[in-house]
């Protein structure tokens, strides 16, 4: 009952700074750091841009240039890096993705969607397994100096680069 109109608009934005901080770090980071898309070290591919990532994993794009079909590799549902790449590439929600993907598999433009695997150390081991392989995860679980994949530029910046 003691409080003004002054108190009252003063609270929210004392309490809403902290939130838009929080959620201007949420998409462009994942939960220990930058968010990486990984192939197979043969994939001609060093370099990517954005719209070209968004058309694979929206499943416009279903082959690489040596016509080797791409296969889409997440991690599960509510990963902090999957939550990245579906707000910040696609704009899209979860449930969102999962109907365009049904959408495309109903009307025969994709046999399947995208493969989703339970830890990010699978991710490597399958990417570096087959050679048509994408995935996304953190860049902290791609071991320096590894061999068995290659790290993807996107529009010219390395993980870890502003705006990448």
Same mark, same amino acid.
Request: charged share 25%.
């Given at each position: 009952?003691?409080?003004? !109109?002054?108190?009252? #608009?003063?609270?929210?934005?004392?309490?809403? $700074? !902290?939130? @838009?901080?929080?959620?201007? @770090?949420?998409?462009?980071?994942?939960?220990?750091?930058?968010? #990486?898309?990984?192939? &197979?070290?043969?994939? !001609?591919?060093?370099? $990517?841009?954005?719209?070209?990532?968004?058309?694979?994993?929206?499943?416009?794009?279903?082959?690489?240039?040596?016509?080797?079909?791409?296969?889409?590799?997440?991690?599960?549902?509510?990963?902090?890096?999957?939550?990245?790449?579906?707000? $910040?590439?696609?704009?899209?929600?979860?449930?969102?993705?999962?109907? &365009?993907?049904?959408?495309?598999?109903?009307?025969?433009?994709?046999?399947?969607?995208?493969? =989703?695997?339970? =830890?990010? @150390?699978?991710?490597?081991?399958?990417?570096? /397994?087959? !050679? @048509?392989?994408?995935?996304?995860?953190? #860049?902290?679980? $791609?071991?320096?100096?590894?061999?068995?994949?290659?790290?993807?530029?996107?529009?010219?910046?390395?993980?870890?680069? /502003?705006?990448?």
């Amino acid at each position: 009952m003691g409080r003004t !109109p002054t108190s009252r #608009a003063r609270m929210p934005r004392v309490l809403l $700074v !902290p939130v @838009a901080w929080i959620l201007l @770090a949420a998409s462009t980071w994942g939960a220990r750091g930058t968010v #990486a898309v990984v192939v &197979h070290r043969s994939n !001609p591919i060093s370099d $990517v841009s954005a719209m070209q990532l968004r058309r694979i994993y929206l499943g416009d794009q279903t082959r690489w240039s040596d016509n080797q079909r791409i296969t889409i590799l997440l991690l599960p549902q509510g990963s902090d890096e999957r939550r990245t790449m579906l707000r $910040v590439l696609l704009k899209m929600s979860e449930d969102d993705f999962t109907r &365009h993907w049904i959408s495309k598999v109903f009307r025969g433009e994709s046999t399947a969607g995208p493969k =989703t695997t339970t =830890t990010a @150390a699978s991710i490597l081991k399958l990417t570096a /397994d087959l !050679p @048509a392989a994408l995935g996304i995860l953190d #860049a902290e679980d $791609v071991p320096d100096g590894t061999t068995t994949v290659k790290l993807l530029r996107i529009d010219g910046k390395a993980p870890g680069d /502003d705006g990448y």
